[in-house]
């Protein structure tokens, strides 16, 4: 199929909420029917796979909602997830396993694949990741993350492919079906690209895909949880705020507990001094068990929760 260009994708972003159910409708009705009903929604317990799995069933009950159990969700949202879905599966190592074999997931899942490469590979591949393509261009190590190649332990983009792809991957083989996914392209960079490539329904790639969310955006997902008032896992609290500006009052973010993909962005308290508030055994865990700890120290960024002045009860 030819490419979406930005500006179509923009105009569908921009579709009111009622007009984007339908379209998404319209794209899992053709997945549907292409492959015969043998699909599966990827459900993964947060708010946006909450949402998709309730289009889906609304059209397809008997299409199933399969859940990895990483052991790295927040506690509320795997609680939630395997109440709901209709088939649980595991991958075959832990994530602390995947520290010790792979390296930690920082700074970035790109950042981290060049700065592995460059460690690991080859003579041409190191002067890639060092001086981009073409040189002093883009592909290579951030110069703000170039010290990290020099750092007493190894980072690694590869615990999403061990801990959820590789699962998911060896449940379609297994069981024949094709995967409704609720991504979206305004999440990264990368399913930005796979967005303007693909569309929604990717017939054509080389792991066939669906994505019907893809041209949604976070104040959809809200707007749609607000509006059929579904349940969604207790971890977010609130759907707060005026139309075309909600946010949620708890987690805004759930994916895994101690990924530290991004964690610099982060305002404080950051995702770690916020576990130390509210997930206080998952905390210690973290930080101290699986050494994250140690790597929040080497690059500067603090995980001990500091109280602001709003945490001050304030005595009569």
Same mark, same amino acid.
């Given at each position: 199929?030819?490419?979406?260009?930005?500006?179509?994708?923009?105009?569908?972003q921009d579709l009111p909420l009622e007009l984007k159910v339908v *379209?998404?409708?319209?794209?899992?009705? +053709?997945?549907?029917?292409?492959?015969?009903?043998?699909?599966?929604?990827?459900?993964?317990?947060?708010?946006?796979?909450?949402?998709?799995?309730?289009?889906?069933?609304?059209?397809? %009950?008997?299409?199933?909602?399969?859940?990895?159990?990483?052991?790295?969700?927040?506690?509320?949202?795997?609680?939630?997830?395997?109440?709901?879905?209709?088939?649980?599966?595991?991958?075959?190592?832990?994530? &602390?396993?995947?520290?010790?074999? !792979?390296?930690? %997931?920082?700074?970035?899942?790109?950042?981290?694949?060049?700065?592995?490469?460059?460690?690991?590979?080859?003579? &041409?591949?190191?002067?890639?990741?060092?001086?981009? !393509?073409?040189?002093?261009?883009?592909?290579?190590?951030?110069?703000?993350?170039?010290?990290?190649?020099? #750092?007493?332990?190894?980072?690694?983009?590869?615990?999403?492919?061990?801990?959820?792809?590789?699962?998911?991957?060896? !449940?379609?083989?297994?069981?024949?079906?094709?995967?409704?996914?609720?991504?979206? #392209? +305004?999440?990264?960079?990368?399913?930005?690209? @796979?967005?303007?490539?693909?569309?929604?329904?990717?017939?054509?790639? &080389?792991?066939?895909?669906?994505? %019907?969310?893809?041209?949604?955006?976070?104040?959809?997902?809200?707007?749609?949880? *607000?509006?059929?008032?579904?349940?969604?896992?207790?971890?977010?609290?609130?759907?707060?705020? @005026?139309?075309?500006?909600?946010?949620?009052?708890?987690?805004?973010?759930?994916?895994?507990?101690?990924?530290?993909?991004?964690?610099?962005?982060?305002?404080? %308290?950051?995702?770690?001094? *916020?576990?130390?508030?509210?997930?206080?055994?998952?905390?210690?865990?973290?930080?101290n068990n699986l050494g994250i700890g140690k790597v929040l120290d080497?690059?500067?960024?603090? !995980?001990?929760?500091?109280?602001?002045?709003?945490?001050?009860?304030?005595?009569?």
């Amino acid at each position: 199929m030819s490419r979406i260009t930005p500006q179509v994708l923009k105009q569908r972003q921009d579709l009111p909420l009622e007009l984007k159910v339908v *379209r998404t409708k319209q794209k899992i009705r +053709d997945w549907y029917e292409h492959w015969q009903g043998d699909v599966y929604v990827s459900f993964l317990g947060g708010k946006d796979s909450t949402v998709l799995v309730d289009i889906v069933k609304e059209m397809y %009950p008997e299409v199933p909602a399969v859940f990895c159990d990483t052991g790295l969700e927040y506690p509320e949202v795997r609680e939630f997830a395997i109440e709901n879905a209709d088939e649980v599966i595991k991958p075959n190592m832990n994530f &602390k396993q995947v520290i010790e074999e !792979y390296g930690y %997931p920082f700074p970035s899942k790109e950042q981290a694949l060049y700065i592995r490469q460059y460690r690991h590979s080859t003579e &041409k591949m190191r002067k890639l990741r060092w001086e981009g !393509y073409p040189p002093n261009g883009r592909f290579c190590i951030a110069k703000r993350w170039r010290y990290l190649v020099d #750092a007493p332990f190894e980072f690694s983009e590869q615990c999403c492919d061990v801990m959820k792809k590789r699962p998911f991957h060896r !449940y379609e083989k297994e069981s024949g079906l094709k995967p409704i996914i609720a991504t979206m #392209a +305004d999440e990264s960079r990368l399913r930005f690209q @796979e967005y303007i490539q693909h569309g929604c329904n990717s017939f054509d790639a &080389k792991r066939v895909k669906s994505t %019907p969310l893809g041209f949604w955006t976070e104040n959809d997902v809200l707007g749609y949880l *607000r509006e059929t008032g579904i349940e969604y896992a207790g971890c977010y609290g609130e759907i707060v705020g @005026e139309e075309g500006n909600l946010h949620v009052t708890g987690t805004k973010r759930t994916g895994c507990m101690f990924c530290m993909f991004g964690v610099y962005n982060d305002m404080e %308290p950051n995702r770690f001094q *916020r576990m130390q508030r509210e997930y206080p055994k998952q905390y210690d865990y973290c930080i101290n068990n699986l050494g994250i700890g140690k790597v929040l120290d080497y690059v500067g960024i603090p !995980y001990v929760y500091r109280p602001t002045i709003f945490d001050v009860e304030v005595s009569e």
